[in-house]
């Protein structure tokens, strides 16, 4: 845990990344965007944001990850147990979050267009103690990550399947808080090759305009 951090407000991160990409029967996590894989450009995002910590929960032995673990921020988990769906990942990474967190941030290691400034806007609207769910919304629809009070925590641990928080959301709807956001990445994610392809131009055309951008400021 980062030494700055306040236990009155820690905020855990939990990043999925033991999913079998039955839809694309490859692992797409893996998979190049650009220079990183799209689940190291997904941890990226959540070490640039103000998390305090990031539970990182594979299905490969940790090992296999270890290029991925930067600094005190990160913990590699391994899920031995990731067939029985996403909600095995949530319950090995709160398992091992830190005793004190008062926040959950479950995060999909599937969404390489997520911004951290969209991560601080749902921390910022967070408040302690309060019962809250914080959701991204994004042009009328909700996204992800989702930020869970620390009183769910019972909830999240007996989920089961591949449904991840949707049954606790749907429960207590009324104390759900919508945060709108400009940033498109809370709704996209990569569940099909034309997903992933669609990824790749994006993040060329992305490339593209910031190398522009670059040669006018020179200019």
């Known amino acids: 845990m980062p030494k700055s951090s306040s236990i009155a407000s820690m905020i855990s991160a939990i990043l ?5 990409s039955r ?10 965007l650009g220079t990183k894989t799209v689940l190291e450009r997904c941890l990226d995002t959540l070490i640039r944001s103000k998390v305090d910590e990031i539970i990182l929960v594979v299905r490969s032995e940790p090992a296999f990850w270890s290029g991925l673990a930067k600094g005190d921020k990160v913990k590699l988990v391994f899920n031995p147990s990731y067939r029985w769906g996403m909600s095995s990942s949530i319950r090995r990474g709160l398992r091992s979050a830190h005793a004190k967190a008062q926040g959950f941030l479950i995060a999909l290691g599937d969404q390489p267009f997520l911004r951290p400034a969209t991560i601080n806007t749902l921390i910022k609207a967070f408040r302690p103690g309060k019962g809250m769910i914080v959701i991204p919304c994004y042009g009328g629809k909700r996204g992800h990550p989702v930020l869970f009070d620390r009183c769910y925590l019972k909830n999240l641990l007996q989920l089961k399947g591949d449904k991840g928080g949707r049954p606790i959301i749907d429960r207590y709807a009324e104390r759900v808080i919508c ?9 996209r994610d990569l569940d099909t090759w034309k997903d992933y392809k669609k990824a790749c131009k994006m993040r060329k055309r992305s490339k593209g305009n910031s190398m522009a951008l670059k040669k006018r400021n020179v200019g």
């Open 23 to 32: 839809r694309m029967g490859a692992d797409k996590l893996s998979l190049p």
């Open 16 to 20: 999925l990344g033991a999913g079998e």
């Open 179 to 187: 945060v709108r956001t400009r940033s498109e990445g809370v709704i």
